[in-house]
């Protein structure tokens, strides 16, 4: 459908939006996740969600690179991890993002005097309408969380959740890891998920604890499993524990200590 050279001068952008999409695209994650994914009805989905992605990344006009190029973002996290939005450590280079600081569509360049570092969520999730961002007045992302968790939803049926709404995936990666360690080492699904809560309960919100659009899994516990699967991927948990047992490896002790 699209030549070679339509998709690689586009590939950090495309490279973005599917870690994005594999993570906060409610849908999507359902489509790659869980039982039966070889089904007709999560094959659609994937494919058009990502067709639909796809032409909004082909279809800007490239006069000039819209997105940082990932070789660039990791110089920039290698550097200095402090995301420049929330002040907080950025504990791997795959959960963070280059932005603009004075907004592309406003005529920001890009260009290494207009980047800044930040995690994935605290970029998406910060105001579009400013024409500059001004260090000296970082965004409260805590405010905005506050006021989130403070929204009810009057649906009679699970809503789509927006960026930035539920909370992030990266952050129930150092509670998972604690829980792990104070269980030994490891542990079954409903324990670590049981342990998980109560360390989160100050910053788990309403629109966690809806439950899926397939009416079984609450969504705190969707996005924490779905960080287990990323984990497992990096390293930090065991890949050969037996079906239903979460295991930290030495990775992953190393990792928790680091982050202290």
């Known amino acids: 459908m699209y030549d070679e050279n339509q998709i690689v001068p586009n590939s950090d952008t495309i490279r973005e939006e599917l870690l994005w999409m594999m993570t906060h695209e409610e849908d999507f994650v359902n489509a790659i996740s869980g039982s039966g994914t070889d089904s007709k009805d999560k094959t659609l989905t994937r494919f058009d969600k990502w067709l639909s992605a796809l032409k909004e990344i082909v279809g800007i006009p490239m006069t000039e690179p819209r997105t940082f190029s990932y070789q660039y973002k990791k ?8 995301c420049a939005i929330c002040r907080q450590r950025i504990q791997i280079v795959d959960d963070a993002e280059v932005d603009h600081v004075e907004q592309y569509w406003r005529g920001g360049k890009t260009i290494p005097s207009n980047a800044q570092l930040t995690h994935r969520y605290c970029n998406r999730s ?5 024409i500059q961002l001004d260090t000296g007045k970082k965004v409260d992302i805590t405010a905005s969380a506050i006021h989130i968790s403070q929204r009810r939803s009057k649906a009679k ?36 998920l049981e342990k998980v809560e109560n360390k ?4 788990l919100n309403p629109v966690d604890y809806e439950k899926l659009p397939s009416g079984v899994m609450i969504r705190w516990q969707n996005t924490a499993q779905w960080e287990k699967y990323v984990m497992v991927q990096d390293g930090l948990l065991r890949s050969d524990s037996p079906k239903g047992v979460w295991e930290i490896t030495e990775k992953g002790i190393n990792f928790l200590k680091d982050s202290k």
Request: no cysteine; hydrophobic share 30%; charged share 35%.
């Open 126 to 130: 910060r105001p579009r309408d400013d």
């Open 200 to 203: 989160m309960k100050h910053i």
């Open 157 to 192: 049926y699970p809503r789509v959740v927006s960026k930035g709404e539920k909370t992030p995936r990266q952050a129930f990666r150092i509670p998972i890891l604690e829980v792990l360690v104070e269980l030994g080492g490891k542990g079954k699904t409903d324990k670590i």
């Open 75 to 82: 110089q920039l996290w290698e550097s200095n991890s402090i």
